[in-house]
Nanobody, 124 residues
Framework: VQLVESGGGLVQAGGSLRLSCAAS????????MGWFRQAPGKERDLVAF????????YYADSVKGRFTISRDSAKNAVYLQMNSLKPEDTAVYYC??????????????????WGQGTQVTVSS
């Protein structure tokens, strides 16, 4: 069972990236999925969440209107579309899975699985 992120890279401010989180080993249709980010010296924070039913989403205030989380069940993958990127979006981005989560777990250890992370760097 593994989560693998991809799609990170270097982009200029105002640009876009789409991160992917692919799951192998099991289907993630019953998992709520979160995207987190962690900048150097800072805590790992939730930026977006999609409930296992797909009916509920959550976005951090700092990314509302710019980031969109989505799921492709046929591909067993979750995506984070990031538009209008800013230098302060620079961080390592992680995806995580929480079984039958209808809303974001209150604590990060409420997630059952984590990916290894992908670096996003936004230049000014």
């Amino acid at each position: 069972v593994q989560l693998v992120e991809s799609g990170g890279g270097l982009v200029q401010a105002g640009g876009s990236l789409r991160l992917s989180c692919a799951a192998s080993g099991r289907t993630f249709s019953r998992y709520g999925m979160g995207w987190f980010r962690q900048a150097p010296g800072k805590e790992r924070d939730l930026v977006a969440f999609l409930s296992w039913t797909g009916g509920n989403t959550y976005y951090a205030d700092s990314v509302k209107g710019r980031f969109t989380i989505s799921r492709d069940s046929a591909k067993n993958a979750v995506y984070l579309q990031m538009n209008s990127l800013k230098p302060e979006d620079t961080a390592v981005y992680y995806c995580a899975a929480a079984y039958l989560a209808a809303r974001p777990p209150r604590l990060n250890n409420g997630y059952d699985m984590w990916g290894q992370g992908t670096q996003v760097t936004v230049s000014s």
